[in-house]
């Protein structure tokens, strides 16, 4: 099962409202087809080749109700204690945002402590 931040923890950690944050989780759980709720993740989707995978979907849905400036991504580094990750680019590698761990699921937390914290190069 993959780990998903609570609506209160969505709602504090990335300072929105309870609706917004109820669509975010929702879309997180799959409760919501990205694409029907996102312009943006219709077209990352329609302009891809091949499918892209669903949790790309996701973050670009939330990567445009959030008006973050984009989804980035960190390779894994040395050690299980540093996997790769995605994350919604606030604009400051301090502000909270969203993240998702490979295979760990969605955390709300600043991506800069991360790689602080891991054996990233």
Known sequence: ????????????????????????????QGKLDPCEVSPAAKAYRD??????????????????????????YVKPGRGNRSPGFEYLNMGDTYTTTLVRIDGGGYRITDWGSIVERGNYE
């Open 1 to 28: 099962m993959v780990r998903i931040p609570s609506m209160r923890t969505l709602t504090a950690g990335l300072q929105i409202d309870g609706p917004t944050a109820r669509i975010i989780r929702e879309i997180l």
């Open 47 to 72: 302009a891809c080749y091949h499918p892209p995978d669903r949790y790309m979907l996701k973050l670009y849905a939330c990567n445009e109700i959030l008006g973050s400036h984009g989804v980035e």
